[in-house]
């Protein structure tokens, strides 16, 4: 079978360099994994905190080093104070670490692989120092990222994150994880993709999540009020790789972060229809996710009368998947479902003319043409309070749907 690749990208402006390298502009980036915790030092005349950083994996290898240096009320502002990034961290650039104070830090002048500068007494100031990791990650480890501030100009090498009498520094080991060891991130379904195939009873379901690997195994189970469950095993058609970013003159090349799944799974045809995706490694569940239903991505149902017309109505409808009308099996009539929980009484329809029609829909994607097989009006069928507003039939995505009705005499 051959294999796609579909790009994804996860990282969004340039940067410069890490090894962990120190960037020169900022960057956010999601957490896939459990994040340092906090950490604090302080001196006669520095209190030094280092806060969480999530840990770096293929999903996330653009991060903030997050740190705040206090001053204490004593503290002589006339003296230059030495700061600089220490660890695991190569090509720091002293300029750019002065320009991540907040509220900025005056006269800095670059001393070595540190920053000399000015700064006032009794101040917290925020240091967000961005980072990106640009080494292979085929295992889990450890990088050590902190940073040391001094009165004097700082001597030991920027490897060194101790403390002496003279330089305080703080610092955090922050885990490297590979794909298998990362929480799988189950995307939200694009509805585009969820295609209906040789009849409106089965559609095509796909999911990409991110973090998975070649040796998981991932399923579809779906169920419909207290019916039985159903699984359904997902078939791996292509690979997700991440963009190229450029770091420090070079590219941070892309690289797989994940995979895409695909399988046959029958249509709902009831509300209370749910559909969750597990992603496993042997026999340990990796992730598990509501995709549809629950309480993530139930479907949309709304109505609204028009005041000036008596004999119109307007229903909105929405889903990530191709829903099917069976006999009213959807229940969308005026006395139980979805419209029933509206505070306006539905109105007494006697019949529903055949000028009633969608809006503007958005179809799902199908494998061939489906004509006449789109749920419209229940003209004709139409027998009272109870029965379906709608024609059996596939649901778009999204639409309104105008309902003309002759009420009751």
Partial sequence: MRTNTISLLIRKQPTVSLTLVALAIGFSAGAWGKPTKPATVNNDNFVLQQRT????????RILTADFSLKTSQ????????????????SDADPHTLAQRFYPAAENDVPVAQAVALTLKPNVDYRILVPMAYDEAIDKAVDKKIGLSVSLTPLKQAATDCSSTADVLSIAQNVKVLPLSEVTPVIRPLDWKLQTIQTAPSNFS??????????????????????????DQALVAVGDITSSE???????????????RYQSGVVSPTRMDYSAKVTVKAGD?????????????????????CDQDSPTQCVITWGATVPYV????????????GWLSLSKVPP??????QPTSHWQQPSWFPTEKEFKGQQATGNTGAYMGAGSSLFSDGIMPHQ???TLNFEPLP
């Fill in 53 to 60: 950083i999530a840990p770096i994996s293929p999903l996330n």
């Fill in 74 to 89: 004593s503290f002589n502002g006339q003296k230059m104070v030495y700061v600089r990034i220490c660890g695991d961290v």
């Fill in 205 to 230: 379901a796909v999911v990409d999540v991110l973090g998975a690997t070649s040796g998981d195994k991932v399923s579809w189970t779906s169920q419909e009020g207290d019916e039985p469950a159903h």
């Fill in 245 to 259: 970013v450029p770091v420090a003159g070079k590219m941070l090349p892309a690289e797989v972060i994940g995979k």
């Fill in 284 to 304: 340990t569940i990796r992730e598990t996710q509501y995709v549809v239903g629950g309480s993530d991505s139930p479907p949309m149902v709304s109505y609204k």
């Fill in 325 to 336: 009308n069976e006999h009213g099996s959807l229940g969308i009539n005026t006395t139980t």
């Fill in 347 to 352: 109105p007494d329809i006697y019949a529903i």
């Fill in 399 to 401: 639409g309104s749907f």
